[in-house]
């Protein structure tokens, strides 16, 4: 019984393996293929000691577990950690972060019950010592095609639910080239930058604005990715032409520079 507990929590290892590749070649920019490679060696470990358990085989499990997860983890982190991110973003990333490592976590727990951690301290279980009965292989085959079900059901779930996140809140995300082609096309009906965002994005400043109609009869400047010194020097000069700030917000860009951007109206 515990080496068929194992063998089902090598099954979820399997599932979470799909799910990580699915999303590494689902999501932008180049695959890293070190990686996947990196991680199916020690997914083969890992499922290799779940099904003939052997002293401390658990180990390779908890390494797969780690190396796997790590990266999702870290980025998880840094985003709960940016003052720029929107509370909806971390939470939306955090619901992904469990759904696409649920099957690992499960497989952790069956993994680490006392019944079956100790498989790792006994002699696995000779499966040949009697015949199979027919009914038992009938509830074999159908406890089997139980759990593929599930399993196929979680790995698609997640990856369908953890891509829609990786890729929709990137699609309002703009360079700084795109945010200024996107300026001038709003700017023409009549749209101005409310307030505009910036963040440090796969190794790229990134901008994305709440854009709303210019009050009538009013005007209005903007800039984006501004220092410290042009956005004192600009306001001074503004507000002396009688603007006044709508909106000002900051980031810290890739190179750790403080960037502003800054709104000012005049009616």
Same mark, same amino acid.
């Given at each position: 019984?515990?080496?068929?507990?194992?063998?089902?929590?090598?099954?979820?290892?399997?599932?979470?393996? =799909?799910?990580?590749?699915?999303?590494?070649? =689902?999501?932008?920019?180049?695959?890293?293929?070190?990686?996947?490679?990196?991680?199916?060696?020690? =997914?083969?470990?890992?499922?290799?000691?779940?099904?003939?358990?052997?002293?401390?085989? /658990?180990?390779?499990?908890?390494?797969?577990? /780690?190396?796997?997860?790590?990266?999702?983890?870290?980025?998880?982190?840094?985003?709960?950690?940016?003052?720029?991110?929107?509370?909806?973003?971390?939470?939306?990333?955090?619901?992904? =972060?469990?759904?696409?490592?649920?099957?690992?976590?499960?497989?952790?727990?069956?993994?680490?019950?006392?019944?079956?951690?100790?498989?790792?301290?006994?002699?696995?279980?000779? +499966?040949?010592?009697?015949?199979?009965?027919?009914?038992?292989?009938?509830?074999?085959?159908?406890?089997?095609?139980?759990?593929?079900?599930?399993?196929?059901?979680?790995?698609?779930?997640?990856?369908?639910?953890?891509?829609?996140?990786?890729?929709?809140?990137?699609?309002?995300?703009?360079?700084?080239?795109?945010?200024?082609?996107?300026?001038?096309? #709003?700017?023409?009906?009549?749209?101005?930058?409310?307030?505009?965002?910036?963040?440090?994005?796969?190794?790229?400043?990134?901008?994305?604005?709440?854009?709303?109609?210019?009050?009538?009869?009013?005007?209005?400047?903007?800039?984006?990715? &501004?220092?410290?010194?042009?956005? +004192? #020097? #600009?306001?001074?000069?503004?507000?002396?032409?009688?603007?006044?700030?709508?909106?000002?917000?900051?980031?810290? +860009?890739?190179?750790? &520079?403080? #960037?502003?951007?800054?709104? /000012?109206?005049?009616?």
């Amino acid at each position: 019984m515990q080496t068929q507990t194992l063998r089902v929590a090598a099954y979820f290892l399997i599932a979470h393996y =799909l799910i990580v590749t699915g999303l590494t070649f =689902l999501g932008k920019g180049t695959p890293d293929l070190f990686r996947v490679v990196i991680t199916l060696g020690l =997914l083969v470990g890992a499922v290799g000691a779940l099904f003939k358990p052997r002293k401390l085989g /658990w180990l390779m499990v908890v390494v797969y577990a /780690w190396y796997a997860a790590n990266p999702f983890l870290l980025g998880t982190w840094v985003l709960w950690a940016s003052p720029e991110a929107q509370s909806s973003t971390k939470i939306a990333a955090s619901i992904a =972060l469990a759904l696409f490592n649920l099957p690992l976590i499960v497989a952790l727990v069956l993994v680490f019950k006392p019944a079956s951690f100790a498989s790792f301290r006994s002699a696995p279980e000779d +499966d040949s010592a009697q015949a199979a009965k027919p009914a038992d292989i009938g509830r074999s085959l159908t406890r089997v095609f139980g759990w593929t079900a599930a399993i196929v059901v979680v790995v698609v779930g997640a990856i369908l639910a953890v891509n829609a996140f990786r890729t929709a809140p990137d699609d309002d995300w703009l360079t700084s080239a795109e945010y200024q082609q996107e300026f001038d096309a #709003r700017l023409k009906k009549g749209f101005y930058p409310h307030e505009l965002l910036g963040e440090c994005r796969s190794g790229g400043e990134k901008f994305r604005a709440d854009w709303r109609a210019i009050p009538s009869g009013a005007s209005f400047l903007a800039h984006h990715g &501004m220092t410290r010194q042009d956005y +004192d #020097r #600009r306001n001074g000069d503004y507000l002396a032409k009688g603007y006044s700030l709508g909106s000002l917000k900051h980031f810290r +860009d890739c190179s750790g &520079m403080e #960037r502003y951007q800054a709104t /000012w109206l005049k009616r």
